[in-house]
């Protein structure tokens, strides 16, 4: 089942189903890779509800609480 | 012939820029924009051509005032070189191939090649040129290698005629490309990827900058404090001064233009910092008291910035800058403030909207106490015991805290959602980081040290005119009365107008108890910027937005020091 992504807990992956927002906030995100279909892996979250830390291909990317909760990940059974 | 150098943000882009233009290199301003850039030559086959460091980018279908800058300056290049990431090539490519739809002769720098090996990654070259359709010259700017080949192939630069795609069209193309040329074998991590990891979480992340953040006070105090006494003092005292006070007497020792230009002679003699002459303190304020500090902190910065540390306390302080209207990148001005808040308040151009700039100008101005100012306030209210300098520092930060969150609800907007890239930890070459010193001091004096001068002319006029005599007479029942100060006072909170730290020397002159120490200190520290900060706040924020930001730290000073008066 998809879940926002600033859901995941740490070292928990999926593959990104969708993500909502106007056209420049996709475009930013696609800039970085952050596509649908693409695997992320969660690395780590700030206390109350701070950024999201995520590794998409072999960088590490930063996002806002909201921006991370706009994209639905489609989590791997096995990290559950 | 024009080259353009482009890429994404951390790729090494700079470090390549660096080693092929020589020391002589210029950064200015895209027209119309808050964007720099820096330009610089070299030589292509015994031929002059012009290199610019073009702001790195992700996209060229542009999300930031950055990337449009980057996006404009493509169709002006002849040649483009590409510098990717060869540790990061997937991500990389995304840019490379929207460079390739634009018909320009193209030569891809494949850098930090050397890091490849130990990170588990092979990519085959000749496979990656041929599927490009460009040259494709594997570099390690940090060694050097590879640079005099990507100079020799700058000439066999081509352009592969790709046709536009959509931003699906492109990844899957990406993808397609990387299945073809790269592949991973999985490495265990290293110590220094253990510690990347452990500086962007909560916890560690929260001790580890605590400790680069003292161990950077510490560095940039030590290296300004040094260069005051060593270099910059004795440059003033043994040559200016001799100078100074032989035109002294030609000048007849005072008098109107006496006092404007040389400065009111104390006990017979200049003093630099109180004399308040154009050529006296005029010169000496930004040269030898704010020059030093911009150069330790400049020197720190960058050392920071190009280790790669920056963003990861930006994630830290993300929240907590959120609450001020800020996202966590503004932690960068603040921290300059501590120097000095000139830098600080120039370094807010960094920042997105105008809104953003605008607190994090304001709120540097009134509550972070700049090295001279924090000198002052250990030196006034530390003999009466660290309880009240404690309470001097955390009225500043409550101030931080209030002032902030309250311009986040007032102003109108929101503050931007953070969205950046975190960069492995690098070290960089000194030449890269003593050239961006070069550059940033440069830039300081250019447009700092003018307006400063000119603003010290005007305010000197005033002065010697008795223009703050006036002032202080018809402020001082505000200041008796609300602020608990005594009158002789007055004059000093007045001067802290033009000079924080002469003001609060001049309180120090006065026999106050402890409790009116605290609040002079408060009050100078918020009531107004030092004169240096005060030009350039006017010229960055503009003359409507400047006059709100003084507006807020005059009422606000009061507000507080009145507070502070009921309370202690």
């Known amino acids: 089942m998809a879940r926002p992504l600033s859901d995941l807990r740490p070292n928990e992956s999926g593959v990104i189903t969708e993500i909502h927002g106007g056209k420049g906030l996709l475009n930013r995100l696609g800039a970085l890779g952050i596509i649908p279909g693409r695997r992320v892996t969660k690395i780590s979250s700030m206390f109350m509800r701070g950024p999201i830390t995520v590794q998409v291909n072999r960088s590490q990317i930063a996002l806002g609480f909201r ?14 | 012939m024009k080259i353009l150098l482009m890429g994404n943000p951390n790729v090494g882009k700079s470090v390549i820029f660096s080693r092929l233009t020589g020391v002589h290199v210029i950064s ?9 850039y820096t330009r ?3 030589r292509v086959n015994g031929n002059p051509a012009e290199v610019i460091d073009v702001p790195g980018t992700y996209t060229l279908e542009p999300t930031s005032e950055a990337e449009e800058v980057a996006a404009r300056m493509l169709p002006t290049g002849d040649v483009i070189v590409n510098v990717v990431d060869a540790t990061n090539l997937e991500r990389n490519l995304y840019l490379t191939l929207q460079i390739l739809e634009h018909e320009k ?5 494949l850098n930090l090649w050397d890091d490849t090996k130990h990170r588990g990654i092979d990519i085959n070259v000749d496979k990656l040129q041929e599927l490009l359709g460009v040259p494709v010259i594997p570099t390690s700017a940090l060694t050097g290698q590879g640079i005099r080949d990507l100079v020799k192939n700058i000439s066999e630069a081509a352009s592969p005629h790709l046709p536009p795609q959509t931003l699906g069209e492109r990844w899957k193309l990406v993808g397609n490309i990387i299945d073809q040329v790269q592949r991973i074998s999985h490495r ?18 929260g001790v580890i900058a605590a400790i680069v953040l003292i161990a950077s006070f510490m560095a940039i105090r030590f290296i300004g404090e040094n260069l005051i006494t060593y270099v910059f003092d004795p440059i003033f005292e043994v040559f200016l001064k001799p100078v100074l006070l032989h035109l002294s007497t030609q000048m007849g020792g005072t008098g109107f233009f006496h006092d404007v230009i040389i400065g009111k002679m104390i006990g017979g003699d200049i003093h630099f910092v109180e004399s308040f002459g154009l050529l006296s303190s005029g010169l000496y304020v930004p040269f030898a008291m704010v020059l030093p500090y911009v150069i330790s902190f400049y020197f720190v910065l960058g050392l920071l910035e190009d280790i790669g540390y920056l963003p990861r306390l930006a994630i830290l302080l993300d929240t907590t800058m959120h609450r001020l209207g800020l996202h966590g990148f503004a932690i960068v001005p603040t921290l ?9 308040v120039l370094a807010t151009r960094v920042l997105e909207s105008k809104r953003e700039r605008f607190i994090a100008a304001t709120l540097v101005s009134i509550a972070i106490p700049c090295a001279s100012a924090q000198a002052m306030i250990f030196g006034l209210v530390g003999p009466f015991g660290g309880q009240y300098v404690l309470i001097v520092y955390g009225t500043l930060f409550t101030v931080w805290i209030v002032t902030g969150v309250a311009l986040n609800r007032i102003l109108k907007g929101f503050s931007p959602e953070l969205l950046i890239e975190i960069p492995p930890y690098r070290f960089p070459p000194w030449r890269t980081i003593f050239q961006k010193l070069v550059m940033r001091i440069r830039s300081f004096l250019i447009e700092a040290v003018p307006i400063i001068l000119a603003a010290v002319l005007v305010i000197n006029i005033l002065f010697v005119m008795g223009v703050f005599d006036f002032i202080a007479d018809i402020t001082a029942p505000v200041i008796t009365g609300v602020l608990g100060l005594p009158k002789e006072s007055v004059t000093a909170v007045v001067i802290g107008f033009l000079r924080k730290d002469a003001a609060l020397g001049m309180l120090a002159l006065s026999t106050l108890s402890a409790k009116q120490m605290v609040i002079g200190s408060v009050v100078l520290t918020m009531f107004f910027p030092c004169i240096a900060t005060f030009v350039v706040l006017l010229k960055e924020l503009g003359l409507r937005d400047f006059l709100k930001s003084a507006t807020i730290m005059l009422l606000s000073s009061l507000a507080v020091g009145g507070l502070l008066n009921v309370i202690l």
């Not at chain 2, 002769?105 to 720098?109: D, F, K, L, N, Q």
């Not at chain 2, 290293?190 to 500086?199: F, G, K, N, P, V």
């Not at chain 2, 300059?336 to 600080?344: E, H, I, K, S, T």
């Open chain 2, 336 to 344: 300059l403030g501590f120097g000095c808040n000139v830098p600080a």
């Open chain 1, 67 to 80: 921006m991370a909760s706009n994209i639905l990940v489609d989590v791997d059974r096995t990290t559950q």
């Open chain 2, 40 to 42: 610089g030559h070299m």
């Open chain 2, 105 to 109: 002769p193209v030569i891809i720098a």
């Open chain 2, 28 to 36: 200015s301003n895209y027209p119309g924009t808050t964007v720099g």
């Open chain 2, 188 to 205: 265990h991590h290293t110590w220094y990827e253990r510690l990347e990891d452990a500086s962007a979480k909560p916890l560690s992340g």
